[in-house]
């Protein structure tokens, strides 16, 4: 039972060993893995609010050029509908009265000259020409929505085809000094604004910039697709406007295209606001390569650890039946050569305490063959 003892004391450290060195490599390759997982998120997350507030800047600078420009096109349509109530421009001359009327602001490129329209629709003045030709516009909703409407204020059609060219078309309303409807003094910023606009951004080919109404209709956008303009987003039941609140950001398919993007929209200070997108892809460009770097290298370290652990557990036994097939015992140490029977007295001899009897240092065999010889 003792031998056995031994063997089995003999063969737990190395099961242990082998074991304990198993699980300490997985553990250390699942810790490193963790560390490594957790620094290439924490990279994706700075490389998704670096491209987030790159687009919230985009977003607001255009919506704060696009509404600069808008007031100073409504300041001078206040002036133009405020100046009809005066009594003198019924004497004065047509120069004279473009004079009183008209600023050198509405003459600016991309703006369209200002017309006014009397209560029914037709075209009494207009600001490029000192004659200029008859026209109704009574059907127009930048016409119809100030005569029945008396408060709408500043009005902003949908994007339309307004003098040979793709336009906006800016409207307020003309009343008398009881409130009465007088007509509608009309203006519009074209197509080619937004264009220059947009060519002076240094954008990727692939992302987007998406001017909008209130009432989230499509003014202009670039990649430009006439096909889009004009489309009203808050028609669709795929897409809530909540998904992009303003000031706020969205990630994913977006209402006009099925490309992934990032979102940006700015905020509520102007009458339109502005929505930039930038395809998922690019904004993850850089945090993919360096996360396919990294995860081969800690797979490369996985693999290493993993073979390394593997060919130890493998080569244990062998180690282990080598050390038996030496002479090892039980207790992993080796059997030393038996010394001489004089050789051995000598040494229990030299190792018993002075004071202790004869026959101390002898062991229980030799003292019984002494006991035998004087037998």
Same mark, same amino acid.
């Given at each position: 039972?003792?031998?056995?003892?031994?063997?089995?004391?003999?063969?737990?450290?190395?099961?242990?060993?082998?074991?304990?060195?198993?699980?300490? +490599?997985?553990?250390?390759?699942?810790?490193?893995?963790?560390?490594?997982?957790?620094?290439?998120?924490?990279?994706?997350?700075?490389?998704?609010?670096?491209?987030?507030?790159?687009?919230?800047?985009?977003?607001?600078?255009?919506?704060?050029?696009?509404?600069?420009?808008?007031?100073?096109?409504?300041?001078?349509?206040?002036?133009?509908?405020?100046?009809?109530?005066?009594?003198?421009?019924?004497?004065?001359?047509?120069?004279?009265?473009?004079?009183?009327?008209? #600023?050198?602001?509405?003459?600016?490129?991309?703006?369209?000259?200002?017309?006014?329209?009397?209560?029914? !629709? &037709?075209?009494?003045?207009?600001?490029?020409?000192?004659?200029?030709?008859?026209?109704?516009?009574?059907?127009?909703?930048?016409?119809?929505?100030?005569?029945?409407?008396?408060?709408?204020?500043?009005?902003?059609? &949908?994007?339309?085809?307004?003098?040979?060219?793709?336009?906006?078309?800016?409207?307020?309303?003309?009343?008398?000094?009881?409130?009465?409807?007088? !007509?509608?003094?009309? !203006?519009?910023?074209?197509?080619?604004?937004?264009?220059?606009?947009?060519? &002076?951004?240094?954008?990727?080919?692939? #992302?987007?910039?998406?001017?909008?109404?209130?009432?989230?209709?499509?003014?202009?956008?670039?990649?430009? #697709?006439?096909?889009?303009?004009?489309?009203?987003?808050?028609?669709?039941?795929?897409?809530?406007?909540?998904?992009?609140?303003?000031?706020?950001?969205?990630?994913?398919?977006?209402?006009? #295209?099925?490309?992934?993007?990032?979102? +940006?929209?700015?905020?509520?200070?102007?009458?339109? *606001?502005?929505?930039?997108?930038?395809?998922?892809?690019?904004?993850?460009?850089?945090?993919? &390569?360096?996360?396919?770097?990294?995860?081969?290298?800690?797979?490369?370290?996985?693999?290493?650890?993993?073979?390394?652990?593997?060919?130890?557990?493998?080569?244990?036994?062998?180690?282990?039946?080598?050390?038996?097939?030496?002479?090892?015992?039980?207790?992993?140490?080796?059997?030393?050569?038996?010394?001489?029977?004089?050789?051995? *007295?000598?040494?229990?001899?030299?190792?018993?305490?002075?004071?202790?009897?004869?026959?101390?240092?002898?062991?229980?065999?030799?003292?019984?063959?002494?006991?035998? !010889?004087?037998?």
């Amino acid at each position: 039972m003792l031998s056995r003892w031994r063997e089995v004391t003999a063969r737990r450290p190395w099961r242990i060993s082998a074991k304990l060195l198993i699980i300490s +490599s997985v553990v250390t390759v699942i810790g490193f893995s963790a560390i490594c997982v957790n620094v290439m998120l924490d990279m994706r997350r700075g490389e998704e609010s670096l491209a987030r507030q790159t687009l919230e800047n985009l977003a607001t600078t255009i919506e704060s050029d696009v509404s600069r420009n808008i007031e100073i096109y409504d300041l001078s349509l206040k002036a133009v509908a405020a100046n009809m109530l005066l009594p003198e421009l019924a004497t004065v001359s047509k120069p004279i009265r473009h004079l009183i009327l008209f #600023d050198h602001a509405t003459t600016a490129r991309h703006f369209g000259a200002i017309r006014v329209f009397d209560a029914e !629709g &037709r075209l009494t003045i207009d600001a490029s020409t000192l004659d200029p030709l008859p026209e109704v516009r009574s059907e127009e909703d930048y016409f119809r929505v100030h005569r029945d409407n008396p408060d709408i204020g500043l009005f902003i059609s &949908r994007p339309m085809l307004f003098r040979g060219a793709y336009s906006i078309v800016l409207s307020r309303r003309v009343s008398d000094t009881d409130g009465g409807f007088m !007509g509608v003094v009309a !203006g519009s910023i074209r197509f080619s604004y937004f264009h220059e606009l947009f060519e &002076r951004l240094n954008l990727d080919p692939d #992302d987007s910039i998406t001017v909008l109404k209130r009432d989230r209709t499509i003014m202009m956008r670039r990649p430009f #697709d006439l096909d889009v303009i004009g489309k009203n987003l808050g028609t669709q039941q795929s897409w809530k406007a909540d998904n992009l609140k303003a000031g706020g950001s969205y990630a994913g398919q977006g209402p006009v #295209d099925a490309t992934p993007r990032l979102y +940006s929209r700015s905020g509520d200070s102007g009458p339109l *606001f502005v929505v930039a997108g930038k395809p998922l892809t690019a904004v993850f460009e850089l945090w993919q &390569r360096e996360a396919y770097r990294i995860g081969a290298v800690v797979l490369a370290l996985i693999l290493h650890a993993g073979l390394d652990a593997g060919a130890r557990a493998r080569d244990w036994p062998t180690c282990r039946g080598r050390a038996q097939a030496r002479g090892d015992g039980d207790d992993g140490r080796a059997h030393r050569p038996e010394k001489p029977p004089q050789v051995r *007295f000598r040494h229990r001899r030299r190792m018993a305490p002075r004071d202790a009897p004869e026959g101390a240092g002898r062991t229980v065999d030799d003292r019984c063959r002494s006991l035998q !010889g004087l037998q």
